[in-house]
């Protein structure tokens, strides 16, 4: 079945940076978008950024444009979350998940997602 397994999260100090992978297996992968989203305690999970199958389009939620960056390597099968300049606030799950297209905006992103992976960790302390 496909799997989707992330890692390199950690914790770090504000300011740092943390470079999250995901590797898929069994999924045809470039025939989908791949996206990162977020789940911070007692919250919903959010969209973070999104890359089309082909890096063509790439699109990140406001709170990490100018920080964070996406890109992906379809021979290996990988997407990759450039997090720099993380804040206190970037506390959370982050999720790789695969979907049918990137959305223009992240609110609407999780509809068109059809796997997910399990989530690595991210802290940010002060």
């Known amino acids: 079945q496909v799997q989707l397994v992330e890692s390199g999260g950690g914790s770090v100090q504000a300011g740092g940076s943390l470079n999250l992978s995901c590797i898929a297996s069994?999924?045809?992968?470039?025939?989908?978008?791949m996206a990162w989203f977020s789940e911070a305690p007692g919250k919903e999970r959010e969209g973070v950024s999104c890359?089309?199958?082909?890096?063509?389009?790439?699109i990140f939620a406001d709170s990490v444009k100018g920080r964070f960056t996406i890109s992906r390597d379809n021979a290996k099968n990988t997407v990759t979350l450039q997090m720099n300049s993380l804040r206190v606030e970037d506390t959370a799950r982050y999720y790789c998940?695969?979907?049918?297209?990137?959305?223009?905006?992240?609110?609407?992103?999780?509809?068109?997602?059809?796997?997910w992976g399990q989530g690595t960790q991210v802290t940010v302390s002060s």
């Open positions: 069994s999924l045809n992968f470039d025939s989908y978008a």
């Open positions: 998940a695969a979907a049918s297209t990137c959305t223009v905006t992240m609110d609407t992103l999780s509809v068109w997602v059809d796997y």
């Open positions: 890359i089309a199958w082909d890096g063509e389009e790439r």
